[in-house]
Each structure stands twice: as C-alpha cells, then as structure tokens.
C-alpha cells in the first residue's frame, strides 16, 4: 500500500520560534491534508491543498502541495504552547467515487514556554 | 459548528467479547470512515462506507469487524471477539456534503478500547 514518511519524527523548539516539518510518498497523491491531534482525542483538520504547487495558509499555518505531487511541507510561525500535540500528513487518492486518505508517521512537536 | 461524535469514550472488554463502537457522522454526509490508532502509532484506515456498503477496507478489518449503518444517522463498528491487539483509539470519521470536496473527512473524539 502507499506510505506516507514524515519528518521529523519530533521536535522540541522555544516558544516562538518557526516549526518546519514535510511528508514525502513515492506515491502520487491528489489532495493532501494536514491534521493536528491533541492526546486522547481525534485528528482535526487543520489545513486541506488540493493543486500541485498550491500554497494556502490557515493563521500561523502555512502548507504546500509539492509540484510532483509526492510532497508536502507545513510551517508553523511563531509557536506557542497550544501549538503541542501530534502532527499528521494525509494524502488522498480516488478511488471508486470516493478518496482514500493514507496517514502520515506523525510528527510530535513540544513547545517550551 | 457540526460535527462527528462517538460513544462510548472508553470501553473496556474481555478478550472474545463482542463490543459495538458508535458513531454519529456530520448529517449530510455521505462517506463514512473508520480508522484504528494503536497507543503512540499512526492513524490507520480500517473500513469505507457509501451508500449502505463497504467501498474499501483494509487488510485489518477482517471477519471479526463489520459496519452498519442502522438508521439514518449512526454508523457502528462491531468487534465480534475481541483480542488483546484490538486495544486502541478507534475513530470515526465522515465527509461529502453535497457539493463539497468528498476527500476532506472530519474525524469524532475517539473511543479508547481496552481490550483485557
């Protein structure tokens, strides 16, 4: 099956400082999505990109679909504490009238105050 | 704002029950999902559903999973007998409005199974 590998794994940076972290797949996919999830609760949607080489921005949250269709990077700027929590790439591909979406490796990112 | 919700948030079974994890997808939706996280894992896809069948499932979701969608506005996830390794978060996810994108799937809170 296709499979997602997104870096880092974790990260701890200072409050305030810029975040960077990328998927890539040897797979092509033609939505990617990024999700945030805190402990114990469920992925929330953070920022969706639907064209090779769109760039969309949700507050702090910057994202871009890779022109090869095989990529994607989310920068955080300016991080704050509630900025904690788990990281995940999504691509989705059609498949029979609907999109199979594959998860990201997870990156665990720590906000030190 | 609308949203996925599930019950219960914690079930806790014996090895070869049966358990059914709930779910109440975003109403107008017309896909529903649900996904399995083992404790410090990646989110992984068990099972699709559109129009009152399996469009996909994973090679986990094997005969002891199955899905329903009883009524017009649940969607269940049956466990028929639980093993040690069926422990995890489960999660429900739904998306496809009429007009909108059908890949953007809006995930509930989660329920943690234990399995013991």
């Known amino acids: 099956g296709q499979q997602l590998n997104q870096s880092p794994q974790s990260m701890f940076i200072q409050e305030g400082e810029d975040v960077s972290m990328n998927c890539t797949s040897s797979s092509i996919f033609n939505t990617w999505l990024w999700y945030k999830q805190d402990p114990g609760e469920g992925p929330v949607l953070l920022i969706a990109?639907?064209?090779?080489?769109e760039l969309t921005s949700n507050g702090r949250l910057t994202a871009q679909f890779g022109i090869t269709r095989k990529d994607s990077f989310l920068n955080i700027s300016a991080s704050i504490p509630s900025d904690v929590g788990i990281y995940f790439c999504a691509g989705s591909v059609n498949s029979g009238g609907y999109q199979k979406v594959t998860f990201g490796t997870g990156t665990k990112l720590q906000v030190i105050p | 704002e609308p949203e996925v919700t599930q019950t219960p948030s914690h079930q806790v079974t014996q090895m070869g029950q049966e358990v059914i994890l709930r779910c109440v997808p975003i109403s107008n939706h017309l896909y529903f999902y649900w996904y399995r996280q083992i404790l410090g894992q990646k989110v992984e896809f068990l099972v699709s559903?559109?129009?009152?069948?399996?469009?996909?499932k994973s090679e986990i979701f094997d005969d002891q999973f199955s899905v329903e969608r009883p009524d017009g506005s649940n969607f269940t996830l049956k466990i028929r007998s639980t093993k040690l390794e069926d422990s995890a978060m489960y999660f429900c996810a739904s998306s496809g409005s009429p007009g909108g994108a059908t890949d953007t799937q809006y995930f509930g809170p989660g329920t943690r199974l234990t399995v013991l």
């Open positions: 559903f559109y129009n009152n069948e399996i469009s996909e």
């Open positions: 990109l639907y064209k090779a080489g």
